[in-house]
């Protein structure tokens, strides 16, 4: 009897031990300045719930099809469109980590003047590989879609006239624009606004609790629009 009791409470420390341990895998690109950023919040977030995490590298298309599996944990950020359509693999965090504003760039000497979007169905689209808010709005312009992992690859494409237009968040659109000078001819047209959220697969519902608290106090504390501007004058210093 002795032996048993001292058994099963060897097994429970074990199993308590082994869950406080538990580290959740989280997919992350780390291919823009932003999601860098957007991972140092998740990692805070994390730790100020007592929660391991640790970052694993994955293309966006790869890291969906392991999310709606639950071959890993999350996803450092997905848009709401990205969300929507996977609701019943994932949950959100309530609190956005960022929001963006989704952009069409064209070249202005391809199109008459004054442009519309309807100009460009039928024409080249480059998007950012596995980008949900870019393949929906390039569905409303009913465009052909090409797709590239950089933006920077978009970019050089639309230069070499190899692309139409590009459908890119106009925040990102203006620093690569500031820190590689783009064509006069190169115009933007604003398409949409759009969140991003954290997000967890279905089998981790129990840190939610946990984790909406500390990402709302981290970034209410250090948001990512402030962290972003703090980064651009360190690199200007």
Same mark, same amino acid.
């Given at each position: 009897? +002795? ?9 429970v420390?074990f ?5 406080a341990?538990?580290?959740l895998?989280?997919? @992350? ?11 140092? #919040?998740?990692?805070?977030?994390? $730790?100020?719930a ?18 709606r599996?639950?071959?890993?944990d999350? !996803? %450092? ?13 994932l ?5 956005? #980590? !960022?929001?963006? *504003?989704?952009? %069409? +760039?064209?070249n @202005?000497?391809?199109?008459? !003047?004054?442009?519309? %979007?309807?100009?460009l169905?039928q024409?080249k689209?480059? +998007?950012?590989?596995? !980008?949900?808010i870019?393949q929906q ?8 879609t ?9 970019? /050089?494409?639309?230069?070499? /006239?190899?692309? $139409?237009? #590009? ?11 500031k820190?590689?000078p ?12 759009? @969140?991003?959220?954290? %997000?967890?697969?279905?089998? $981790? ?8 608290k ?5 970034? *209410?504390? $250090?948001?990512f629009q402030?962290r972003?501007?703090e ?7």
């Open positions: 009897m +002795i032996r048993f009791t001292f058994f099963f409470s060897a097994l420390l199993c308590a031990q082994a869950f341990t538990e580290c895998e989280i997919a @992350s690109e780390q291919k823009t300045k932003e999601e860098i950023i957007a991972q140092k #919040i998740i990692k805070e977030a994390y $730790n100020r007592n929660l391991c995490v640790k970052f694993r590298t994955l293309p966006l298309k790869r890291a969906a099809i392991m999310l599996r639950g071959a890993i999350g !996803s %450092v950020w997905r848009s709401d469109s990205f969300i929507a359509q996977n609701r019943a693999k949950h959100a965090l309530k609190t956005p #980590i !960022s929001t963006f *504003t989704v952009a %069409v +760039i064209y @202005s000497e391809t199109y008459p !003047s004054p442009f519309q %979007v309807s100009d169905q024409e689209i480059g +998007i950012r590989l596995g !980008s949900t870019a709005t390039v569905g409303m312009l009913r465009g052909k090409i797709e590239a992992p950089y933006y920077e690859i978009l970019l /050089g494409m639309l230069k070499h /006239g190899r692309l $139409n237009a #590009i459908v890119v968040p106009m925040e990102i659109y203006q620093r690569l624009a820190h590689s783009l064509p006069k001819n190169f115009k933007s047209l604003a398409q949409q606004t759009f @969140s991003l959220r954290h %997000v967890l697969s279905k089998k $981790n519902t129990r840190f939610l609790l946990k984790l909406n500390s990402l709302h106090d981290v970034i *209410t504390e $250090n948001s402030e972003l501007k980064e651009k004058l360190h690199i200007r210093t």
